[in-house]
């Protein structure tokens, strides 16, 4: 189970980066429709994220710390699809 909420954490990391660059304002609601899980789930993600300096929970933001580390999974991810094609 701990590894599921790691894999949903990073998709949480990766949708706040992808709805920051969209300019869209980042509601739990919004966030649990874009990740298909439940409200309460998103909630206490963003809580743990919180605790660890990566979101500004309240705010359903990245931190800065947050923002280094969605835009470095971003570069990394795009990179391997490159490989992959090539």
């Known amino acids: ?47 743990g994220l919180d605790t660890q300096g990566l979101v500004d929970g309240a705010r359903c933001r990245l931190s800065m710390q947050g923002l280094v580390l969605a835009v470095s999974m971003h570069g990394a991810q795009k990179l391997s699809r490159q490989s992959a094609a090539a």
Not at 9 to 31: K, M, N, Q
């Open 1 to 47: 189970m701990q590894k599921d909420n790691e894999k949903v954490a990073w998709r949480l990391l990766e949708t706040l980066y992808e709805v920051g660059r969209a300019d869209i304002h980042a509601t739990p609601s919004l966030l649990a429709a874009w990740l298909d899980v439940p409200e309460t789930r998103v909630q206490e993600l963003l809580t």
